[in-house]
């Protein structure tokens, strides 16, 4: 089992971050073709599924914004 170095994790994790953002193709590759897994690497993927979570929540939103502007349309139509 892997000891947690918590500073390698929370670069990791940074690093993460940014390659979602701007290189999500780069950050898949790197993770799945990446044999060894330490702290750094750890944080990398945590920070993967958390981006990648956060980003399915805020197209849901958008999508409950776009139904209820189109409640709201009918509504108004009706009356």
């Not at 193709?25 to 990446?34: A, C, D, E, G, S």
């Not at 702290?39 to 920070?47: I, P, T």
Request: proline residues 1%.
């Amino acid at each position: 089992m892997m000891e947690l170095n918590e500073k390698q994790f929370i670069s990791g994790f940074n690093s993460g971050y940014l390659l979602a953002e701007y290189e999500p193709q780069i950050l898949t590759v790197l993770l799945k073709n990446t044999q060894t897994v330490n702290s750094y690497l750890s944080g990398m993927s945590c920070e993967k599924k958390e981006y990648e979570l956060l980003q399915s929540k805020g197209h849901l939103n958008e999508l409950n914004q776009i139904r209820q502007k189109t409640r709201d349309k009918k509504d108004r139509d009706r009356h």
